[in-house]
């Protein structure tokens, strides 16, 4: 309980920092948050004082006193008001993102857990029977496959999957004569549209997990106790998964964790090159139309989402390997 609580502390007060400078990094830039809209408008023609105040009121700028705007903005984050977007107007921020989350989650969340078993799984087989195929076969195609960047390998996939082979849609998440709604047709429709992008972000990374576990594996593998565990006659499968794995998983459950709580950033490049109307997507678009509001909501979004699987995986460090508790 002692840990739980020290985990929970230390928790709540890093997500009061990141909320804090969430607040200030925005306020510290040159300008207030309207000027770019202004200086679209301006394109067109001088922006009088008037035009300028009511543009400032529809986007919410924040007037008062800094301690007042603190205390409002914490308010807001409270209730996950983050405003209105400036390139979407009249949209709200909360509203885009609540779209955007659900693809990016699907997509990349369940890919990255699945790269992550499966990676973990192989480094497992490949360790136990190292110096055969089963070890030099995945441990090489990982090793070829985490070289290429995210981007060239989307790129790789879009032209022969996509335009030459036509096995799987080019861009967007669904296509636009189907209907949204829980039918079959629809559901089906959207795994081919994120087809070519989770394979994408599953190639490039399926390599790091084998090749991480693989060597965690075999050092482990070592040990004493695994000898002792040999010569009492244990199975292989139970030496392997209940004892080894056990131990040695704990570096990648780290980079697990790191991997899922960037799960929604999204992949961006990924998103791009395809199309993929996720956070990643969002976020790019955001950055282009110097959107504060909506950076500052995604950037908060990214960070909280870290905080958490970081927290997440403290706790269960402290399950699988109780020296860490002391």
């Given at each position: 309980m002692k840990y739980l609580l020290q985990k929970l502390g230390l928790f709540v007060l890093t997500l009061w920092a990141a909320i804090t400078l969430n607040f200030f990094l925005p306020r510290l830039m040159p300008?207030?948050?309207?000027?770019a809209a202004i200086a679209k408008l301006s394109q067109n023609g001088p922006v009088s004082d008037a035009t300028r105040a009511a543009i400032e009121a529809q986007l919410g700028v924040p007037t008062g006193s800094m301690w007042d705007q603190y205390v409002t903005y914490l308010g807001q984050v409270a209730r996950l008001d983050f405003g209105v977007s400036y390139t979407f107007y009249p949209q709200s921020v909360?509203?885009?993102v609540s779209t955007a989350l659900p693809y990016t989650i699907v997509l990349v969340g369940v890919v990255t857990v699945l790269a992550f078993v499966l990676g973990t799984l192989i480094g497992v087989a490949a360790a136990w029977r190292?110096?055969?195929?089963?070890?030099?076969?995945?441990?090489?195609?990982?090793s070829f496959l985490s070289t290429f960047p995210y981007f060239w390998t989307a790129l790789l996939l879009l032209f022969f999957?996509?335009?030459?082979?036509?096995?799987?849609?080019?861009t967007g998440a669904y296509s636009a004569t189907t209907t949204p709604g829980f039918t079959g047709e629809f559901i089906v429709d959207l795994i081919r549209h994120a087809a070519l992008p989770a394979?994408?972000?599953?190639?490039?990374?399926?390599?790091?997990?084998?090749i991480g576990m693989r060597n965690a594996m075999i050092n482990t593998l070592g040990d004493d106790y695994v000898t002792f565990a040999e010569a009492n006659g244990l199975r292989g499968r139970t030496i392997a998964l209940r004892y080894a794995a056990r131990n040695a998983?704990?570096?990648?459950?780290?980079?697990?964790g790191l991997t899922l709580g960037g799960v929604v950033g999204g992949s961006i490049l990924v998103e791009q090159v395809f199309g993929y109307p996720g956070i990643g997507y969002l976020l790019f678009n955001a950055v282009i139309g110097q959107d504060y509001p909506l950076m500052q909501a995604l950037f908060l979004m990214i960070t909280v989402s870290v905080l958490i699987a970081n927290f997440l995986v403290d706790i269960l460090y402290g399950v699988l390997d109780p020296r860490t508790r002391r």
């Open positions: 300008g207030s948050p309207a000027d909360a509203s885009m190292r110096g055969t195929w089963l070890d030099s076969l995945p441990t090489l195609t990982g999957l996509g335009y030459v082979l036509h096995w799987f849609p080019t394979l994408t972000i599953l190639l490039t990374s399926l390599g790091g997990w084998i998983i704990l570096p990648n459950l780290t980079g697990f």
